[in-house]
């Protein structure tokens, strides 16, 4: 593979993470209008949710197994457009079934495109000896930042879901297809390819090794869904702020994802990964306690800022820590990984909910709290092992591409 190509193709997986972020916001962020617009009950509503992360994950499992025949890149260049025109159907149609069947093929295509595009990232991180995962997921937090702001310009003037997704989707689209053209995944001398794949090479993949790191993605995302589901009710309910003000701590979490991510790929090479992921719990476990004990709504703000630095660099780091822990069969190991995304997604708004109902919000925040601090329980998982990559052990390379 050479230097031009590795460039085009770490331009290209984090042009699909862009996107990725923006149809996923431009989803979760309409809610309301969804309900609005399909009549469905607050009774029935979380059903429909609910579907979404499942069959997200029923995806990600299938997507293992395509991967044993055909590359990622395969599975992202069809997953990425099929998400993209999930979300078009989505704001068109009318009926109960409508919606249902565009749900039904968003979750599916949404957990192959995010199982596929992590491989490949951790191929691609492989490749260039150095670290570059937090990087796409940067790509991905700057295009839930656009997609939700695309969705506040929808609501603001007052634009149908289809009006509003149309030309958000007739720009993604071609942009997407194009740059699939410049996939591409990195080799190394653990992995044959597609063809040791397909003849048993390259070793299984031990669950009971990876449970660490499972327990560690589904630990994010609990703390992730509990800022997406409850700050705006946190900060206005609890913490007495105004309605306008309660939109801004995830906002704010967004923006310090972004910036996280942004920088995060220096810190795993300066520091290593198991630094910063230690530092990253410790940042999160934090901000919960900030936003349990806050007096007021600023503080609870500062709370949701250090969140966002801290839970930022856990998840990318996660993918490739799979990547290193299994180097022969690591598409095997995302796939897998990735489903405890959407279990952690799945539980974590319904157990803050119920600890709040049972106790108090405040006492809430600190369940998330603990699941965070767990991480550090699990921090050596993250440890690169001798001649693979990572910070303070890379391999050497011929070039630095980009």
């Not at 989803?27 to 992360?53: H, K, N």
């Not at 906002?251 to 910036?259: D, F």
């Not at 998840?315 to 190991?333: E, I």
């Amino acid at each position: 593979m050479t230097d031009a190509g590795l460039r085009h193709g770490r331009a290209s997986l984090a042009l699909s993470f862009c996107a990725q972020g923006v149809a996923f916001a431009l989803l979760v962020t309409r809610i309301p209008a969804l309900q609005d617009q399909y009549g469905i009950s607050d009774g029935l509503l979380p059903a429909f949710l609910a579907a979404v992360p499942v069959l997200a994950g029923v995806g990600s499992v299938l997507t293992e197994e395509a991967v044993a025949r055909v590359r990622p890149g395969v599975v992202l260049r069809w997953a990425q457009p099929l998400v993209l025109l999930a979300l078009l159907g989505v704001g068109a149609g009318r009926e109960l079934w409508h919606i249902a069947v565009a749900l039904g093929v968003f979750g599916l295509a949404v957990g192959a495109l995010d199982a596929s595009m992590n491989m490949m990232g951790v191929s691609l991180q492989r490749a260039y000896g150095r670290s570059i995962m937090l990087g796409f997921h940067a790509a991905f937090s700057l295009g839930g930042i656009a997609g939700a702001s695309l969705a506040w310009v929808g609501a603001r003037w007052d634009l149908s879901l289809f009006a509003s997704y149309l030309p958000v989707v007739a720009v993604l689209l071609p942009a997407v297809l194009v740059g699939s053209r410049w996939y591409t995944e990195g080799r190394s001398p653990d992995r044959g390819g597609v063809d040791s794949l397909k003849a048993g090479g390259g070793g299984g993949v031990s669950f009971k090794l990876l449970l660490p790191l499972c327990l560690v993605m589904c630990f994010a995302y609990i703390g992730d869904s509990t800022v997406a589901n409850w700050s705006a009710k946190y900060l206005q309910d609890v913490l007495g702020s105004s309605e306008q003000m309660s939109t801004v701590p995830y906002n704010v979490y967004m923006v310090t994802t972004l910036l996280g991510r942004a920088v995060g790929d220096l810190g795993v090479r300066r520091f290593g990964a198991v630094a910063v992921v230690r530092g990253g719990s410790v940042l999160a476990a934090g901000g919960f306690a900030v936003v349990a004990m806050a007096p007021g709504a600023w503080v609870g703000m500062l709370g949701f800022t250090l969140l966002g630095l801290g839970l930022c660099v856990i998840v990318p780091q996660t993918f490739a820590a799979a990547g290193r822990m299994f180097p022969g069969n690591s598409d095997a190991a995302v796939a897998r990984l990735n489903v405890f995304n959407y279990v952690g997604f799945l539980v974590g708004s319904p157990l803050v909910g119920v600890v709040g109902d049972a106790w108090s919000y405040r006492g809430a925040m600190l369940v998330p709290m603990v699941l965070v601090l767990a991480t550090l329980v699990y921090a050596r998982s993250f440890a690169p092992e001798p001649a693979r990559y990572g910070g303070g052990h890379e391999r050497p390379h011929t070039a630095d591409v980009g």
